[in-house]
Nanobody, 133 residues
Framework: QVQLVESGGGSVQPGGSLTLSCAVSGVSLDDYTIGWFRQVPGKEREGVSGISTTDGRTRTFYLDSVKGRFTISRDNAKNTVYLQMNNLELEDTGLYYC????????????????????????WGQGTQVFVSS
């Protein structure tokens, strides 16, 4: 059974940094697509970044607004996916979730982030990021 636990959220000022962690248990990261999504009350859920392995290659994808500021990575030994967030902006505030979907994304990571994972995906409980001056 897949379980995901996020951590690392907090309150920072604009320009600050946070590193979110998504600890995955029960499965191998190589077999799953992992995505970071964020939710702000009153707004639609937004796919922030994703990572997957296809044909032996690790691929990543980012929402345009976080490119150059966020970096997704994973440590297979620790079965953990990280989201390093630098130069945080007010608009990055939200509840950040990681989600695990079995297999590579059928239509690419961009589509995976745009429409969300499949109904059979597993979600973590979320970690709050609050950017405020």
């Amino acid at each position: 059974q897949v379980q995901l636990v996020e951590s690392g959220g907090g309150s920072v000022q604009p320009g600050g940094s946070l590193t979110l962690s998504c600890a995955v248990s029960g499965v191998s990261l190589d077999d799953y697509t992992i995505g970071w999504f964020r939710q702000v009350p009153g707004k639609e859920r937004e796919g922030v970044s994703g990572i997957s392995t296809t044909d032996g290659r690790t691929r990543t994808f980012y929402l345009d607004s976080v490119k150059g500021r966020f970096t997704i990575s994973r440590d297979n030994a620790k079965n953990t996916v990280y989201l390093q967030m630098n130069n945080l902006e007010l608009e990055d505030t939200g509840l950040y979730y990681c989600a695990a979907d079995k297999g590579p994304p059928r239509a690419g990571l961009g589509y995976f982030l745009k429409v969300g994972p499949s109904p059979s995906a597993t979600w973590g409980q979320g970690t709050q990021v609050f950017v405020s001056s």
